[in-house]
């Protein structure tokens, strides 16, 4: 290439003198945007049950009786109440694994490890919130919302409950993206002057977009998709979560791959323990 002439107004490409031009790092690592997930706070968790060990949780149930008329000079019928037990089955171990090699640490200006635990403490969570809302599958009733969930089908949700025996309190739904907006475009649960306070659609604390017929729904973008979107509306009783390891960090060096093997892993349980008191509402190809 030949060298531009002494005093001339010759301009150079990019291209040509990239050689010269330095690079601009920032100086903290960005991570991603993440899902929100609530479903893991909102279940009854049952972790205190498995510390010391064993692979099934047995949780005794009685079964109900009905009051009877007392007959003159005859003896009285004795129920049984017991009932069958539920089992929660702690069958699940998920794990993430990060390599960092000495090359990169070396090099690096950053704090890996850092870096990549972040990324993968929200892998495992994620994965205990998706078990979590998978458990639709399980639920006592399913209500079809169609194309877009709109106050009917809330009550209709609301009712199903209430034929459960549900109890109005510590009652919860986990709606996805579209039907967070469905939510959002129904007045009465919005408007200051439908609900005579700042709605929770406006503060959205914690997930939290509304509290509708004495349910806290909060919104979330892991709300599975099987056909149709999956919404999950329960009382915090009626599903468990037990974690016999709380998610765990492991690291040691290995001369083999000349670098740290990370890994974090975690041993838990999910499980309905009230089908009646769990409802579905499906959402035509999302949630």
């Known amino acids: ?18 050689q010269y031009i330095p690079e601009i790092w920032s100086r903290e690592i960005q991570q991603p945007f993440d ?21 099934i949780v047995n949780i005794p149930f009685t079964a109900g009786v009905n009051a009877r008329a007392k007959a003159a000079s005859t003896s009285i019928t004795y129920d049984s109440p017991e009932g069958a037990p539920v089992t929660l089955n702690i069958d699940k171990h998920y ?27 929200e892998a495992l969570a994620r994965q205990i919130d998706t078990d979590l809302l998978a458990l639709y599958a399980s639920a006592g009733t ?22 459960a025996n549900t109890p109005m309190d510590l009652r919860r739904g986990v ?33 939290l977009i509304a509290n509708v017929y004495d349910m806290d729904v909060y ?10 979107g999956r919404n999950l509306f329960f009382h915090k009783n009626a599903i468990n979560l037990a974690k016999q390891q709380a998610p765990k960090f492991e690291a040691e060096y290995s001369v083999d791959q000349l ?11 999910v499980g309905v323990e ?11 190809t999302a949630a």
């Open 95 to 121: 794990y993430v694994g990060v390599l960092i090699e000495d090359i990169a640490k070396v090099q690096a200006s950053y704090d890996l490890k850092a870096a990549f635990q972040q990324r993968m403490a």
């Open 175 to 207: 709606v996805g993206t579209y039907t967070k907006g469905d939510l959002l475009g129904v007045n009465k649960y919005t408007a200051y002057d439908q609900t005579g306070k700042t709605g929770k659609a406006v503060d959205g604390s914690g997930g």
């Open 259 to 269: 670098g740290w093997k990370t890994a974090l892993h975690a041993i838990y349980g």
């Open 142 to 163: 399913s209500v079809s919302g169609g194309a877009a969930i709109d106050d009917a089908d809330i009550i209709s949700v609301v009712s199903a409950l209430d034929a």
């Open 219 to 228: 919104f979330s973008q892991n709300v599975p998709v099987s056909t149709t």
């Open 1 to 18: 290439m030949a060298n531009p002439t002494t005093g001339s107004n010759v301009t150079r490409s990019i291209a040509q003198t990239s």
């Open 35 to 55: 899902k929100t997930l609530q479903a893991a706070k909102l279940v009854q968790d049952r972790s205190g049950l498995v510390k010391g060990g064993g692979d």
């Open 274 to 284: 009230r089908a009646a008191s769990v409802i579905e509402l499906t959402r035509t």
